[in-house]
């Protein structure tokens, strides 16, 4: 492995994946911290361990599985990525986003993209869902971009925009089917770090002041990741603890897994009608 990902090593990963299955996945779904088990509604569905494609980072986090999923949700054919990986685990950027690159070369031009996150907004609950409108990319303006390196051109520019990092239409139809479900939501900014240690009373403090209104460690590199190669961005955030401004409650990550079991219902209705009126 070269000290960047590269259009090779991408290519392997895609074939191995080719050669366990026949199924041509149209959206990917990459699936945070407790949510995986969405996964399980899929319908026949054809397991990959991530531990079996080269090059393809393992995840060391509980509550990330670290398998493909790839099946159907009704007509429409999925490739559903239970556990991600994260920088703080001692991987480059490239390498968190490589599923998305190989999403692409398997002509996915689509992609849900989930996480568990931390409440800024007061006014947000552990529970609620949360649609993200748009980011923080505090990582990447510090330093850390996934698209750092030479530029695969096979998938896009070398400075891609950003102006509409999610999918306004796809907005609209998230919002819809909440309603017709009956899912209240949230809809605000999505601000990530790099992790592995949750966030100070003053850090979330700034974090407010300049526009977030919830926090965590991933899903941007991947957004990025996916605008640059054309695809299509839904993001949902699942509510998993409360604000902490000023410093009065412990986070823990058994907390953010235990409201992933409250979340992952919600979560699983609202990508099934999402899909549905795709």
């Known amino acids: 492995m070269g000290k960047f990902l590269s259009i090779i090593e991408i290519d392997q990963a895609v074939d191995t994946i080719r050669a366990r299955t026949n199924i041509q996945p149209e959206v990917g779904l990459i699936l945070g911290s407790g949510l995986g088990a969405l996964a399980e509604s899929v319908e026949n569905a054809e397991i990959i361990p991530t531990n079996q494609i080269p090059h393809w980072p393992i995840s060391t986090v509980e509550g990330h599985i670290g398998k493909l999923v790839i099946g159907h949700f009704g007509k429409i054919s999925v490739l559903v990525l239970q556990g991600r990986t994260h920088a703080y685990e001692g991987y480059s950027l490239d390498r968190v986003t490589l599923p998305v690159r190989v999403m692409q070369r398997l002509g996915c031009d689509k992609i849900i993209v989930t996480n568990a996150a931390g409440a800024i907004n007061p006014d947000f609950v552990p529970g609620d869902l949360m649609l993200i409108n748009d980011h923080l990319n505090l990582i990447g303006i510090a330093g850390a971009n996934p698209l750092k390196g030479p530029n695969l051109a096979e998938f896009g520019p070398r400075f891609p925009d950003m102006s509409q990092p999610y999918d306004r239409e796809f907005l609209a139809i998230a919002r819809t089917v909440c309603d017709e479900i009956g899912i209240t939501y949230q809809e605000g900014v999505y601000a990530s770090l790099s992790g592995p240690s949750f ?18 460690m991933s899903t941007v590199p991947e957004v990025i990741v996916a605008r640059h190669g054309g695809m299509r961005v ?36 609202l990508i099934h009608g999402f899909l549905l009126k795709l």
């Open 199 to 216: 966030e100070s009373p003053a850090e979330l403090r700034f974090l407010r002041g300049i526009g977030a209104d919830a926090v965590g």
């Open 234 to 269: 839904l993001g949902i955030s699942g509510i998993s603890n409360k604000a902490n401004l000023d410093g009065s409650t412990i986070t823990t990550h058994e907390e953010v897994l235990e409201a992933g079991k409250v979340l992952a219902p919600k979560l699983t209705s």
